[in-house]
T-cell receptor, first 115, second 116 residues
Framework: KAGVTQTPRYLIKTRGQQVTLSCSPI?????VSWYQQTPGQGLQFLFE???????NKGNFPGRFSGRQFSNSRSEMNVSTLELGDSALYLC??????????????FGPGTRLLVL | AQKVTQAQTEISVVEKEDVTLDCVYE???????LFWYKQPPSGELVFLIR??????QNEISGRYSWNFQKSTSSFNFTITASQVVDSAVYFC?????????????FGQGTTLQVKP
């Protein structure tokens, strides 16, 4: 079974631009979560989607948004990029219905550099 | 509030040494899950183990073993006879079993360097 895939793997943007990252979960998984990893803050939860609905959201500004499609694929968008948005963005998937009890499997991440 | 603490920022050992990575968690929930993930330089988080709050049995998988003690809120990870390929950042994480969310709360990670 294929794992979680994320595209693109690397991205360079300039301040003020916007960016869209994509995540395809493991086949059959309906829950997708996003995490931001930075050297200073570590791994932080961004948001979680299940059946096209946002189920939970972390403490990030409104510039960070996401969505999930009917095939469970998910995208996250960051508008008006700031230097501090430079990070590794990780997507994770799980089966979904009982998210708190399930194991999340992670993709390889997208490394975003904001100049 | 929930919290995970990995007090060891970096550990360096020589190959074949045993090494233990510490993890202490805080939660008021009675149902919760604990995880360990490994992050090699490539960046992907690799799942190692999941434990629920009602199962305090220790687990061994090859050279890896885990010691879960609710009395001390700890979930420690031991690598026996370490190898260079074990070099990575290791994260301990907590999720709350009740409620409809899979949000993971991570510790700051422990960087393990195994020297040949």
């Amino acid at each position: 079974k294929a794992g979680v895939t994320q595209t693109p793997r690397y991205l360079i943007k300039t301040r003020g631009q916007q960016v869209t990252l994509s995540c395809s979960p493991i086949s059959g998984h309906r829950s997708v979560s996003w995490y931001q990893q930075t050297p200073g803050q570590g791994l932080q939860f961004l948001f979680e989607y299940f059946s096209e609905t946002q189920r939970n959201k972390g403490n990030f500004p409104g510039r960070f948004s996401g969505r999930q499609f009917s095939n469970s694929r998910s995208e996250m968008n960051v508008s008006t990029l700031e230097l501090g948005d430079s990070a590794l963005y990780l997507c994770a998937s799980s089966l979904g219905p009982s998210a708190g009890t399930e194991t999340q499997y992670f993709g390889p991440g997208t490394r975003l550099l904001v100049l | 509030a929930q919290k995970v603490t990995q007090a060891q920022t970096e550990i360096s050992v020589v190959e074949k040494e045993d090494v233990t990575l510490d993890c202490v968690y805080e939660t008021r929930d009675t149902t919760y899950y604990l995880f360990w993930y490994k992050q090699p330089p490539s960046g992907e988080l690799v799942f190692l183990i999941r434990r629920n709050s009602f199962d305090e049995q220790n687990e061994i998988s090859g050279r890896y073993s885990w010691n879960f003690q609710k009395s001390t809120s700890s979930f420690n990870f031991t690598i026996t006879a370490s190898q260079v390929v074990d070099s990575a950042v290791y994260f301990c994480a907590l999720s709350i079993g009740s409620g409809n969310t899979g949000k993971l709360i991570f510790g700051q990670g422990t960087t393990l360097q195994v020297k040949p």
